[in-house]
């Protein structure tokens, strides 16, 4: 009997239909988002600990917005893999890890083509663009734009690893002002997302882009701070809109929330009980194939130990789940439950302190830099 809860997760974020299925509450909190979106034209920072469903309802938002709201374009951006997109800082990355999925989405999404597509119009002449429309040679000239810029930045640290051995001075000055300067700037930013809005969005029915910025929390809690605090001039451009998922460790006792989000919305885990018990029920009703029940004290249990708290609680039911499996018990008991939360507290406190020893490796790198 295949345990129903190893099968769960991100998966839900592509698949509307099973978002829809699997949700559970989060009635306000997307009512108070989706309203400061639509209604007010703010600016979201959406925060809470590891696995309280910030990108779950990250993809309620993306559907909601989708379905009700014919003007605006949710654009959903992941930040985990930042590092990739600009070699320069974190701030340059975000810039262009923007755009380019709003690129990249406009191309696939709203003109229906392939980005195999996009990727080689980069080897064309300036005379083939010219016969196209404005959509696409808009989203082309983008697109190349932000190729360029990465391919200079990428040249020009290469180069100065190169000349690197007894190099003069102003040589690598000039080297590394070259690589500065194929950052994308914040006023590039405002002009680039404009033309993309007016010459695409426009041209097929909408105005607003909404950039839902999610995964932020798995970066280092100082590479968020960073972009938050260095990209105040692209989160208040006009016509550009964030949700910005940021993590929240658990020693931060001031958390650094820039003026530009006047929304601020903490996630917390499920208020109500019921809420847990549908969260498990939706998982055992998925399966296709038959499976244990729990007995109703575990819900008890791991809604005292949890408090609502969606990943912690399905861990605990996986757990859980193996090991009245593997006794032969034909429920889920409240003995097994138990168990399982001492193994997650457990892993929880080794967790923390690791991360503790990183933020401590930061300041104390960052004190030493000063
Ligand atoms: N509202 C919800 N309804 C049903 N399942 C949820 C809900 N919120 C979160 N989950 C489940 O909880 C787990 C953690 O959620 P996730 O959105 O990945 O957390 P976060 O992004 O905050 O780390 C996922 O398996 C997700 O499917
Ligand atoms: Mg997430």
Same mark, same amino acid.
């Given at each position: 009997m295949a345990n129903p809860f190893h099968i769960r997760?991100?998966? %839900?974020?592509?698949?509307?239909?099973?978002?829809?299925? #699997?949700?559970?509450?989060? @009635?306000?909190?997307?009512?108070?988002?989706? *309203?400061?979106?639509?209604?007010?034209?703010?600016?979201?920072?959406?925060?809470?600990?590891?696995?309280?469903?910030? *990108?779950?309802?990250?993809?309620?938002?993306? #559907?909601?917005l989708a379905q009700s709201s014919a003007t605006i374009y949710p654009c959903r951006v992941n930040l985990a893999s930042l590092r990739s997109y600009a070699h320069a800082d974190n701030a340059s990355a975000f810039s262009r890890a923007v755009l380019l999925q709003f690129c990249k989405t406009l191309w696939t999404d709203v003109l229906g083509k392939s980005y195999l597509d996009l990727r080689d119009r980069l080897n064309? *002449?300036?005379?083939?663009?010219?016969?196209?429309?404005?959509? @696409?040679?808009?989203?082309?000239?983008? %697109?190349?734009?932000?190729?360029?810029?990465?391919?200079?930045?990428?040249?020009?640290?290469?180069?100065?690893?190169? &000349?690197?051995?007894?190099?003069?001075?102003?040589?690598?000055?000039?080297?590394s002002r070259e690589a500065h300067h194929s950052q994308v700037?914040? &006023?590039? &930013?405002?002009?680039?997302?404009?033309?993309?809005?007016?010459?695409?969005?426009?041209?097929?029915?909408?105005?607003?882009?909404?950039?839902?910025?999610?995964?932020?929390?798995?970066?280092?809690? &100082?590479d968020q701070e960073e972009i938050l605090s260095q990209c105040l001039e692209v989160f208040s451009s006009k016509r550009v809109q964030f949700v910005f998922v940021a993590g929240l460790a658990p020693w931060d006792d001031k958390v650094y929330l820039p003026s530009c989000f006047e929304t601020r919305r903490e996630l917390k885990g499920f208020q109500k009980k019921q809420y847990v018990e549908q969260l498990v029920r939706n998982v055992l009703d998925a399966s296709d194939e038959p499976c244990l029940d729990f007995d109703p004290q575990c819900l008890d249990v791991v809604f005292e130990s949890y408090h609502g708290h969606p990943r912690q609680t399905l861990d605990a039911c996986c757990i859980?789940?193996?090991?009245?499996?593997?006794?032969?018990?034909? #429920?889920?008991?409240?003995?097994?439950?138990?168990?399982?939360?001492?193994?997650?507290? @457990?892993?929880?406190?080794? %967790?923390?302190?690791? #991360?503790?020893?990183?933020?401590?490796? %930061?300041?104390?790198?960052?004190?030493?830099?000063?």
């Open positions: 997760g991100d998966r %839900y974020e592509c698949d509307r239909r099973a978002l829809s299925n #699997m949700r559970v509450d989060r @009635e306000e909190d997307l009512a108070v988002i989706h *309203s400061a979106i639509a209604q007010r034209g703010h600016n979201v920072l959406l925060y809470g600990t590891r696995g309280v469903g910030k *990108s779950f309802l990250l993809g309620l938002l993306e #559907m909601e064309e *002449s300036r005379h083939e663009i010219h016969l196209r429309g404005k959509d @696409e040679t808009t989203i082309e000239r983008v %697109y190349g734009h932000l190729m360029l810029l990465d391919q200079a930045a990428r040249n020009a640290e290469w180069t100065t690893a190169g &000349f690197s051995v007894g190099v003069r001075g102003e040589k690598k000055e000039e080297i700037l914040p &006023f590039e &930013f405002a002009e680039f997302s404009q033309e993309l809005i007016e010459n695409v969005l426009a041209a097929h029915g909408m105005n607003r882009l909404v950039v839902l910025c999610d995964e932020a929390n798995l970066i280092p809690i &100082f859980a789940y193996d090991y009245s499996a593997e006794a032969g018990a034909n #429920m889920v008991t409240p003995q097994s439950i138990m168990r399982a939360c001492r193994e997650i507290d @457990e892993y929880h406190i080794s %967790y923390t302190e690791a #991360m503790r020893r990183e933020r401590d490796g %930061y300041r104390d790198a960052d004190r030493q830099s000063q």
